[in-house]
Every structure is written in structure tokens, then in C-alpha cells.
């Protein structure tokens, strides 16, 4: 009897100390009411994918409402390295190198090349995403470091929604977080002061050698008179030990400034 009250006693210890250093889900699997935030923002930290080598074939559409074009894309990332891309319909037509400080690309039906510096892409978004940013985009995992953030809860019944406290900034986040994996479904980002938004969402999310990365990514955009949208559907992912980002820009192209 006294091992049976020992043995329970030591269960409620232990489920009481795992009540406290872990965020509760609701049998409906949706958010709790009163969480702790700096609880959150930890279990928010340990299910982000920290990978070395990405590698996945991609059917990318895109939609500026007046046209659209689908692409297959071969894309490869290596972790704080590089993310390349080799774009193709039915035959290769386009190549793209990015760096933490530069952008490179060159497409073959006009013959011509850019070479420039990272805020090439922050031009085309209205944005101001780093190398670390972007990489971040394409796993799934949101762009802020939530384990050095201090961060406010916006009440929303389905979902985890917070928002960095720091004032003034341009390009200010919102993400919005599943309840029960604590995985990103979207994030969003408004330029203070214009209509200009961009928004992230993981509408699927899929399951390769152990690791939840995305298998859907819609990323649309507007400046308060034009929607962009790209749709990305992740196929035969894999987390190759070697990994290679082959670029090479062909004699006799042109050079484009951008």
C-alpha cells in the first residue's frame, strides 16, 4: 500500500511539473485562453526544423491576375549557405543563386544575367528579409527568433497569433500558430504607413525522415493596387549529407540592371 501511495504521489509530482513547463492543448485542439507566453514562445522554438541540407522538387505556379505560369523547379538549400534553384518548362529555362550577400541569376530565352547584392529581393517584396530569413521561409519556420523575442498574444480562436512588442518597425510580423504541433500556418508582414502586405502561408505541412517541413506555400503580395500570388507545392523532399549548387552564368549573355 505505501509503494502504491509512494508511486502515485511521485506520477501527480511529475504531471504537475510537466503541467507547468508545457503549453496545455484543449481537447478540441484549440488554443489555450491563458497560456504563458514565454512557455509559448519556448515550445514554439523546439518544433522549428533546424536542417542542414534541403533538397526538393517544386511545381511553383504563379498569378498576377493576369496571367498565370506554371514552373517545376529543382531547389537545394544548404543551412547559412546558399539556396539555389534551376527552373525548367519542359526544358531547363532559368537558374537562380542566392547567397548572404548576393543574388545571381540568368535566364535563357533572352540570354541575360543579374548579379547584385541580397536587397534585390526586398525590392521586388517591399521587404527586408536577410539570407536567414528567407531560408526560414522556405522550412517553415517564422523569420523572428521567438527564444530572444518578447512578443504580444492577439486573441484568435483558432490559432496562436502573436506579434513582436518592438514599436516602429517598417515591416512589422504577425504569426499565426497550430495549437497542437505549435507549427507556422502563416506568416504576415505589413509596411507601416501603405496598404503594402505580404503574407506566408503553410496550408500543408508533411512528414520526411523524421522532420515536419512544408508541402504547401502560398505567398501572395499587395501594394494596394496589384495581388501577386506563388504557390509552391514541395515533391520528393529529402535531406541529402552532400549537397552541391551548381551556377555557372553562359558566355555571351547579357548583363541587366535591375
Same mark, same amino acid.
Given at each position: 500500500?505505501?509503494?502504491? #501511495?509512494?508511486? !502515485? ?5 511529475? !504531471?504537475?511539473? /510537466? ?10 485542439? !484549440?488554443?489555450?485562453?491563458? *497560456?504563458? /507566453? ?5 515550445? +514554439? ?5 533546424? +536542417?542542414?541540407?534541403?533538397? !526538393? @522538387?517544386?511545381?511553383?505556379?504563379? =498569378? &498576377? ?6 514552373? %517545376?523547379?529543382?531547389? @537545394?538549400?544548404?543551412?547559412?549557405? %546558399? ?7 519542359? +526544358? ?36 527586408? $528579409? ?41 515591416? @512589422?510580423?504577425?504569426?499565426?500558430? &497550430?495549437? =497542437? ?5 502563416? #506568416?504576415?508582414?505589413? *509596411? ?16 520526411? &525522415? ?11 503580395? $499587395? &501594394? ?18 552532400? /549537397?552541391?549548387?551548381?551556377?555557372? +552564368? ?9
Amino acid at each position: 500500500m505505501k509503494n502504491t #501511495q509512494k508511486y !502515485a504521489a511521485l506520477f501527480l509530482l511529475l !504531471a504537475l511539473m /510537466l503541467s507547468c513547463k508545457s503549453v496545455r492543448v484543449l481537447p478540441n485542439k !484549440a488554443p489555450v485562453k491563458r *497560456v504563458d /507566453l514565454a512557455v509559448l514562445g519556448s515550445e +514554439i522554438v523546439k518544433a522549428e526544423e533546424n +536542417i542542414k541540407n534541403f533538397r !526538393a @522538387r517544386i511545381k511553383a505556379e504563379y =498569378n &498576377d491576375q493576369k496571367r498565370k505560369q506554371q514552373v %517545376s523547379v529543382n531547389f @537545394r538549400l544548404q543551412k547559412d549557405k %546558399s539556396f539555389w534553384m534551376s527552373a525548367n518548362i519542359l +526544358i531547363p529555362i532559368a537558374k537562380v543563386l542566392v547567397t548572404p550577400e548576393k543574388v545571381r541569376f540568368y535566364e535563357k530565352f533572352q540570354k541575360t544575367y543579374y548579379d547584385g547584392d541580397i536587397d534585390f529581393i526586398n525590392q521586388q517584396l517591399g521587404s527586408s $528579409f536577410s539570407f536567414d530569413d528567407l531560408q526560414n521561409i522556405f522550412l517553415g519556420n517564422p523569420i523572428t527568433d521567438f527564444s530572444k523575442t518578447k512578443f504580444d498574444r492577439i486573441s484568435h480562436p483558432q490559432f496562436y497569433v502573436l506579434t513582436p512588442k518592438e514599436k516602429g518597425q517598417q515591416f @512589422r510580423p504577425t504569426y499565426f500558430f &497550430d495549437p =497542437n504541433t505549435f507549427r507556422l500556418k502563416e #506568416q504576415r508582414f505589413l *509596411v507601416s504607413a501603405t496598404g503594402q502586405s505580404l503574407s506566408i502561408k503553410y496550408t500543408q505541412n508533411q512528414q520526411v &525522415d523524421g522532420k515536419t517541413v512544408p508541402k504547401k506555400i502560398d505567398i501572395s503580395t $499587395f &501594394d494596394g493596387t496589384n495581388f501577386l500570388q506563388i504557390s509552391l507545392d514541395f515533391l520528393r523532399v529529402d535531406f541529402p549529407k552532400n /549537397l552541391t549548387t551548381p551556377f555557372v +552564368i553562359p558566355d555571351n549573355y547579357k548583363k541587366i540592371e535591375l
